[in-house]
T-cell receptor, first 115, second 110 residues
Framework: EAGVTQFPSHSVIEKGQTVTLRCDPI?????LYWYRRVMGKEIKFLLH????????ESGMPNNRFLAERTGGTYSTLKVQPAELEDSGVYFC?????????????FGSGTRLTVV | DAKTTQPPSMDCAEGRAANLPCNHS???????VYWYRQIHSQGPQYIIH???NNETNEMASLIITEDRKSSTLILPHATLRDTAVYYC???????????FGAGTILRVKS
């Protein structure tokens, strides 16, 4: 089966611009998660979708970040306007089981650089 | 969330077993221990998880102490491709998010 796909793999934008990251989960996985690692820090949870609904968005850093999952398939994460501190790697993960008892499958991530 | 403590780095000879320890002394009764690893430039990869019994799969074994306050991930025959950062994670009790720590950098050397 195809894994979790993220694109772009790299993005370089200027401060103040908008960037949209996309994640295609494994087909049939209702649960989709966004995580990120900013420079020098640990991987942090951002939010969790169950189908198209936001189950937990406690990790979203501020209102410059907007995640959507229309139709319960792929998800987008928009950063508008981007700031320098948003630079890092953004990971998406999906799971079939909401409790993650069978593990979460992560994508390879999008490396975002804000200059 | 329960916290985990791991050594920052370890070395292992190729072909030998790699034993990665993790302390999770504040773990609650129904929290699972998960292990993930991240190979350079890739996303985290699920390895194994357990509640209280020892577990084994094609990648590794997980040994959990009887009091559940610590565990050990065992890679039975480490290869150079096992060089990665290994994360021991206690899953948030009623949620689904994973809380990553700093992990252990495992270097497998020939």
């Amino acid at each position: 089966e195809a894994g979790v796909t993220q694109f772009p793999s790299h993005s370089v934008i200027e401060k103040g611009q908008t960037v949209t990251l996309r994640c295609d989960p494994i087909s049939g996985h209702d649960n989709l998660y966004w995580y990120r690692r900013v420079m020098g820090k640990e991987i942090k949870f951002l939010l969790h979708f169950v189908k198209e609904s936001k189950q937990d968005e406690s990790g979203m850093p501020n209102n410059r970040f907007l995640a959507e999952r229309t139709g319960g398939t792929y998800s987008t994460l928009k950063v508008q306007p981007a700031e320098l501190e948003d630079s890092g790697v953004y990971f998406c993960a999906s799971s079939q089981d909401g409790r993650g008892d069978y593990g979460y499958t992560f994508g390879s991530g999008t490396r975002l650089t804000v200059v | 969330d329960a916290k985990t403590t791991q050594p920052p780095s370890m070395d292992c000879a190729e072909g030998r077993a790699a034993n990665l320890p993790c302390n999770h002394s504040t773990i609650s009764g129904n929290e699972y221990v998960y292990w993930y690893r991240q190979i350079h430039s890739q996303g985290p990869q699920y390895i194994i998880h357990g509640l209280k019994n020892n577990e084994t799969n094609e990648m590794a074994s997980l040994i959990i102490t009887e009091d559940r306050k610590s565990s050990t991930l065992i890679l039975p025959h480490a290869t150079l491709r096992d060089t990665a950062v290994y994360y021991c994670i206690v899953r948030f009790q009623y949620g689904n998010k994973l809380v990553f720590g700093a992990g252990t950098i495992l270097r497998v050397k020939s």
